[in-house]
């Protein structure tokens, strides 16, 4: 089973501030890495698919990086709205897995 | 629009069974897999299985072999997942997403509140 390692778990951040969330894989999954973003008692909702490439209807500010092992998400100029506990989410083998989760809190 | 539409909060007690419906629109029920990924009081997100609503092949998390059966009615544009001898530690929320073969989850039911209780 391919174990995905979010960090940080917690990140408080002030607005219009940069968020980085990194996700590595036990082992090497290509650009199968996925992005969710999950408000509290709401569904998740897929914010990058593929590490980088963009969601129709997703803001601007939200990209993803990476390939292999390692990726990043990167929330530019954080906004009120997007406090939320971020997934990522692997589908290159199965069982397809979840990261931990990071929870991003606004200051 | 695309939309699935979960069936409503249970209760059950510890070794009885639930079977979750997702009923799919907005788009061709039979072109898309159906997932489902559960999700523990104040916890992460577990994959759970998945589903192809073309042919019905399924593919099961390990830990749920011989207790879970993912189904679909093509008729009705609907899923379903059964999962039975419940334990305590099977209450979560229990989401459907609609899941391309071997890729992301792009729509998400609203959710089903499965509580495990004596």
């Known amino acids: 089973e391919i174990v995905l390692t979010q960090s940080p778990d917690f990140q408080s951040v002030t607005p219009k501030e940069k968020v980085t969330i990194t996700c590595r894989a036990s082992?090497?999954?290509?650009?199968?890495l996925h992005w969710y973003q999950q408000k509290p008692d709401q569904s998740p909702k897929l914010l990058i698919k593929y590490a980088s490439q963009s969601i129709s209807g997703v803001p601007s500010r939200f990209s993803g990086s990476g390939s292999g092992t390692d990726f990043t998400l990167t929330i530019n100029s954080l906004e009120a709205e997007d406090a939320a506990t971020y997934y990522c989410h692997q589908s290159s083998s199965l069982p397809w897995t979840f990261g931990q989760g990071t929870k991003v809190e606004i200051k | 629009q695309v939309q699935l539409v979960q069936s409503g909060a249970e209760v059950k007690k510890p070794g009885a069974s639930v079977k979750v419906s997702c009923k799919a629109s907005g788009y061709t029920f039979t072109s898309y897999g159906i997932s489902w990924v559960r999700q523990a009081p104040g916890q992460g997100l577990e994959w759970m299985g998945w589903i192809s609503a073309y042919n019905g092949n399924t593919n099961y998390a390990q830990k749920l072999q011989g207790r879970v059966t993912m189904t679909t009615d093509t008729s009705t544009s609907t899923a379903y997942m059964e999962l039975r001898s419940l334990r305590s530690d099977d209450t979560a929320v229990y989401y459907c997403?609609?899941?391309?073969?071997?890729?992301?989850?792009?729509?998400w039911g609203q959710g089903t509140l499965v509580t495990v209780s004596s």
């Open positions: 997403a609609r899941a391309p073969v071997y890729a992301y989850f792009d729509y």
């Open positions: 082992q090497s999954i290509g650009s199968s």
